[in-house]
């Protein structure tokens, strides 16, 4: 699997504009920031990269600021999704932060649908996630393709996320054992390449496996989509090809007069 940004603090930056207004007590020394320093200036800072990263805007509230102390900031999502994020003094009047560890979603939706349209051909278009997955949490992602729902499951942690298909494919391997076992019952072993790894389920579309027996004589198998989570129907003839519309008929008649 690829893996996907993380939330880390930023380095610091061209920070030293900011530190006027963290300490403004410059001539009062630094006892002045005993008494807490506005955090209003840090918070921008972190609610631009959150929310950046997000994909939507992302609200930082912190207490004040204490050189002594790490701060926890809570952090919210459009959609009410809560995470924390400490803040502590840093050198040359930075404030270093970091947020707790978790995955945002629009990273995996972005990782997903690179990966299976790269890799198996299939554009997923716009990929739903959750807002936020956490660590060694599962979640589940989502994608609408030729009107099948396809469903991913999702799960984070310190390697990589990786996500699974659970809905609305037609797994190859699968498909080939449906007809590996069919031939079995006939006394027929046979090695069966059915070709890329998954297909988007929609009922009334065919395929075409191939099967090899021993002598490596080989033959094609003819598959029905059924349903829309890879339901199949294996079939030894190829489907038969619809009936042209009366009006096309009608017209091709014409042509030929």
């Not at 893996?3 to 207004?21: E, F, Y």
């Not at 707790?100 to 990782?111: C, D, K, M």
């Not at 393709?145 to 396809?150: I, K, P, Q």
């Not at 391997?173 to 027929?188: M, R």
Request: proline share 7%; hydrophobic share 40%; with cysteine.
């Amino acid at each position: 699997m690829h893996a996907s940004p993380r939330l880390c603090p930023p380095r610091p930056s061209s920070q030293r504009a900011r530190a006027a207004l963290i300490c403004v007590a410059l001539a009062a020394g630094p006892a002045a920031c005993k008494s807490g320093i506005d955090p209003a200036l840090v918070v921008a800072e972190i609610e631009i990269e959150l929310s950046e990263r997000a994909g939507s805007s992302v609200d930082v509230s912190c207490p004040l600021l204490y050189t002594d102390k790490v701060a926890t900031c809570t952090a919210t999502t459009e959609d009410g999704a809560s995470f924390s994020v400490e803040v502590r003094s840093g050198p040359d009047d930075t404030w270093p932060w970091e947020a707790e560890s978790l995955t945002f979603g629009r990273a995996v939706a972005t990782q997903i649908d690179a990966l299976y349209t790269e890799v198996h051909g299939i554009e997923l278009g716009e990929v739903t996630c959750p807002t936020l997955i956490r660590d060694d949490q599962s979640a589940r992602c989502s994608a609408q393709v030729r009107g099948v729902e396809l469903v991913f499951d999702v799960t984070t942690g310190e390697d990589a996320p990786s996500f699974q298909p659970v809905q609305g494919f037609v797994v190859a391997k699968l498909a080939a054992k449906l007809a590996i076992d069919e031939l079995a019952k006939l006394g027929v072993e046979a090695e069966v390449d059915c070709g890329p790894a998954l297909r988007v389920s929609v009922p009334g579309e065919t395929f075409t496996c191939t099967a090899k027996d021993a002598t490596g004589a080989a033959r094609p198998l003819y598959y029905e989509i059924t349903g829309n989570d890879g339901q199949l129907r294996v079939r030894s003839t190829p489907p038969a090809a619809p009936a042209p519309a009366a009006d096309s008929a009608d017209t091709d008649a014409d042509t030929e007069q």
